[in-house]
């Protein structure tokens, strides 16, 4: 009998990392070989997190350096990393590597000199990843580039309705918790400043956007805002229809889905359906006052929007079930 | 030397009416004589905050029964009431009277009956009321609706902007705190469902797209959502110009105000800076991928939004300063 | 080859109510027979939750009256119910009983006069309910009390140190998410109250300080707190030893719990680590300025301080590991 | 006539030197000539907030240095830096100096190397300083230390009751709003950190004790708590009475105050009604379990824990009225 396949995460420190540590810990087909981390390489797993040592878990390496994470010939690497850190790399030769970060989700090199403020150093490879959206691209590869949590929520309440909709009238505004801002310590990150407040930002010039396009084919306008929540996101999505049921089209295409649900008419999404879980819901209403549909998804930022989807991905690529080691039934309250 | 002018609350109890009872005692051209509360009537001020008491305020009367406060031939009352409560009164035949509920803003008694969900009881004395929002309605009169926290920021964003932008471009996302809600007991409004989420409610129906529509002459399409915070509303407004600079409109139309600030460009709405005052920022964005502008208003729901703007209607009608009484400087963190 | 045991929940549609039913679908060993709810019944499962219905769990009954939940005939019935409705309760005559309210904790029936503000009805059936807080009670039984959420993290904090500390030294200040007070509307519980705030409440008077003494065999000074927090209960519990090392003792008793982990020196509990987890943790500190040890102790008061315990209970009951269909791994930020 | 004082604050960018500077631009009896910063110097005071161009305050100047700023000849300056940065310097010569770090606060320099972490470097200095709490410090002076929000709120609830509790009982355990935690950018003010979360910290060990110990005569064990909310401060002090009632001492000590009120029998303090002002509430609570007392006091950590007590400390030296240019009356909701 086969062994499972080993794995190996690159930046396991940051938010993404810890939650794919998390949920590769838990996942009954996969087995962790190495942790990286630039800056815990050397120190135990728990320095991390004091429950790592628990329930027998004691098979969890220390840390290594990310550079002996990414040689460690596994069969899966998860690349955890900024997106300026993660365009440098040269993948593994062999084995499944998930790219959380942005560094590989754009076909067009130039785009990453606008959007994300740097030369892409290795624009020739940019061809060979698969844009790894489960649910709305078909097929897998090698190297798959995990979508970024504003594009998953945005992309599964439109893509669906491409060319059932006016592509000028999609106004996209999404709110995202905190961990979405990443572990970086930054004047807009302090408790200080994201207490009480709401905080719009890279209004209208959001890097998630050019990938959006990439799937639907135009570009959407798109307002992100920062909650004062630690988990969840939610986007709210409105648009004009072409004619087109737009309701009908999205039921159709999650009915066989287990992560992504329609909810029944009426219903908005909640967060706190979808945080903590690897699934997204949405919520489909129609303007009284206008001729306009409001789509709205709400997710995990670190569960479908991240760690979640990049599991998801790496089940498809080994055939095993869709939501193998995936958190779907959530928590209630 | 003529004595101040005095004043009744209605209501004085609910959010609205705490905050309009907090900013009279602290008004140096008004003098308060009645306080009126249906749950408190007979028990004195401080059973509902026990600082009422400090700082020689040993004036502020005992609560009285609504009706009492109605009738206390005061020079100014404020209609503090849900939207039906106020909606059924016959206003005190003199005085100044500012109606902070929703029952007097629109002129059609028909709206009542599809969005507010009662038929307007008194519907021919509607004529008889100003829409009360000082930077953009000339002139007043006796009878003031004091408009929608929601409908202030929108318009505070929008009405500058009318015949230079397509109507049907227009999509409003707004976000308020909690205290929006109102003190009424809801599953809504529970902390439990309220923390760590983030609630689109009403969405495209809710009732102060009609007092928008009236301003502006074409309805919005609008989508409210609850903030986990607890004051403090953010109005994220997206429009495609028909040609002219939008930015330079709304500069030109607040550069005479004490209250609204439009802020350089780059610079977001923080709802820090408007929390606790009575003024409201205004945020002008150009999307980077579209062709669309992005204008973001930000207000206290409780300041600018509502007991705030009810003094300005009220310095308006006595012709005091604009901002007396009012809080502008804010709290700085 | 036997079946699983079936389970009845009586009063499933309240937090605890609602993550019991979520452990008990993800439970391998437990059959879901019965969810009553008195607000719910007729309606089906997904009134409560839109998840409900995902992933082939349509064998989820319809919610039925609480009455008929009692009467399922269940081999374990939970009672999820107020302090007042489960002590009225004649409970089913065979199968394993949970009461996760206070009704049964206490032996002497005075107590529920005093603190809990009724007369216990049927005070001649304390004496059959033993107190199921498995890593401090030895043994079990067919009738089970599950402790309170605040109880127990003082006394995983407090009982193994007892007989080394001083009675009247122990001051016990305690914070709770706020579904800890339930999902009843009350003005404490509105939004608008507990955002930017924190309430102590019950000061000197909690319900939950008898059945800790009961335990304790002393009386502790207890200071309860709601935090603007969903969920999680942090205990600070200040105490003079009378000699021995009280981290040694806390070492010792919980060094083979799976379920509650003493932390390194230095290290802190943290709500994040046993959020939406039926794991407890504990931290221990010598005071600095004073001969006094300070000892935290922090959980989910969903999870070890109500749902998961439950479920710990009946595993224990069962024979069933006492991990089984526990929430282990937590989520790691 | 005389001119009003002039002030300086050196350290106008932190969260006690905004406070500051907004209370000033307040305060009817001052001028500010100078604000110091070392990351702003050189720009306008807009950079630091864009409402400081607002209301004709075209007189507020552009940051300059901080030794600019001390150097400015004001008759009052405001040292709103770090505890080290503070006590390196040498105070204006003249003038009123208020330092709002802990670097005078102590008269034994051997205190700042075992608790703040550094050896005075001017410890011939402390002497000069007086303590200015002015509800319990008598008499004033030119050089003024003042105190931390922690020891503010803990010796307003207990310096009155000195001589009549037991020292070796008193335990406080208190929680702070994130802006006591400052502006600088660390791991555990990372918002991502403190959503969803209270963290207790320096447990036992707290810098804030020695001062406490000071003014009290005995130590107190504390515990301080980082609370997810933005600013407020609430400590809750538990004491053994040696007889007095402790409830009566407070009350005659605060009878005349017009910024420390205690609270009727049964009421708590709140947050919500000290948030943004200079004042703090105390609730005085009998142990219904044990012969202990509970006294809670709540105030704005950077008000009456910082800020506003540095502008009270400051009416007093120049025979002010001791409230002027305070925030009393609060905000209601």
Not at 224 to 252: F, Q, Y
Not at 261 to 288: K, M, N, Y
Request: with cysteine; net charge negative; glycine share 10%.
């Amino acid at each position: 009998m086969h062994s499972m396949p080993s794995v190996s995460i690159v930046g396991a420190a940051g938010y993404t990392g810890q939650e794919t540590l998390d949920r590769v810990l838990a996942h009954p087909q996969l087995e962790l070989v190495a942790v990286g981390s630039s800056s815990l390489a050397g120190r135990p797993a728990t320095a991390l997190d004091p429950r790592l040592n628990r329930n027998g878990t004691s098979q969890v390496p220390v840390f290594v350096a990310n550079d002996a994470a990414l040689a460690a010939g596994a069969d899966v690497t998860f690349l955890c990393l900024s997106h300026e850190e993660a365009a440098a790399l040269e993948p593994p030769a062999e084995g499944v590597v998930v790219d959380l970060s942005g560094a590989h989700r754009l076909h067009d090199p130039s785009q990453y000199e606008r959007w994300y403020g740097f030369t892409h150093p290795r624009p020739g490879d940019l061809a060979q990843w698969v844009y790894g959206l489960p649910e709305l691209v078909e097929g897998t590869g090698r190297l798959i580039a995990n979508p970024g949590c504003y594009a998953t929520a945005t992309l599964l309440a439109l893509a669906p309705l491409k060319g059932a909709i006016e592509p000028g009238s999609v106004v996209v505004d999404a709110k995202s918790g905190m961990t979405g801002a990443g572990r970086t310590l930054k004047p807009s990150t302090h408790a200080g400043f994201v207490l009480e407040n709401v905080s719009p930002y890279k209004v209208g010039e959001h890097q998630h956007v050019p990938e959006i396009a990439q799937l639907l084919g135009f570009p959407v306008s798109f307002t992100p805002h920062l909650l004062p929540v630690r988990r969840g996101l939610i986007a709210t999505c409105n648009v004009r229809s072409t004619g087109p049921d737009l309701r009908a089209l999205l039921e159709r295409a999650y009915a066989a889905s287990e992560v992504v649900t329609v909810l029944p008419e009426g219903v908005a999404p909640e967060l706190s359906r979808v945080q903590h879980t690897d699934t997204a819901e949405i919520g489909v209403f129609t303007d009284r006052f206008t001729d306009r549909t409001i789509v709205i998804c709400a997710e995990d930022n670190l569960g479908k929007g991240a760690a979640g989807q990049a599991i998801q991905n790496v089940n498809r690529a080994f055939g095993f079930g869709d939501t193998t080691g995936l958190r779907l039934p959530g928590v209630l309250v």
